[in-house]
């Protein structure tokens, strides 16, 4: 099995930065695309940012500019670094990755339990 794990989550002020971690580990031949979502309360789960395997980024508009996202292949591991941070920030933040358990498998995605973010004064 696939296991991705969260970290960094926190209460932090208006302004303030956080820097999130996702571990994959388990069965992993590869890993394609990963990427950071975002589920406020009474919202539906939207994108924040993605990374190819190749390193190529995408984001969500008001994330442009403040949020950072970066890999590191060797570590299975997905970061997203945060600046200016707003409270309209405040969600639970999910890791999405896709692994390949084999040479010839297919990519599946897999989810995180999600970490807590929390702007506020």
């Known amino acids: 099995q696939v296991q991705l794990v969260e970290s960094g989550g926190g209460l932090v002020q208006p302004g303030g930065s956080l820097r999130l971690s996702c571990a994959a580990s388990g069965s992993i031949f590869s890993i394609g695309a990963m990427g950071w979502y975002r589920q406020a309360p009474g919202k539906e789960r939207e994108l924040v940012a993605t990374i190819t395997d190749g390193a190529v980024t995408n984001y969500k508009d008001s994330a442009k500019g403040r949020f950072t996202i970066s890999r590191d292949n060797a570590k299975n591991t997905v970061y997203l670094q945060m600046n200016s941070l707003k409270p309209e920030d405040t969600a639970v933040y999910y890791c999405?990755?896709?692994?390949?358990?084999?040479?010839?498998?297919?990519?599946?995605?897999?989810w995180g339990q999600g970490t807590q973010v929390t702007v506020s004064s």
């Open positions: 999405n990755a896709g692994v390949r358990k084999t040479r010839y498998g297919v990519n599946v995605d897999f």
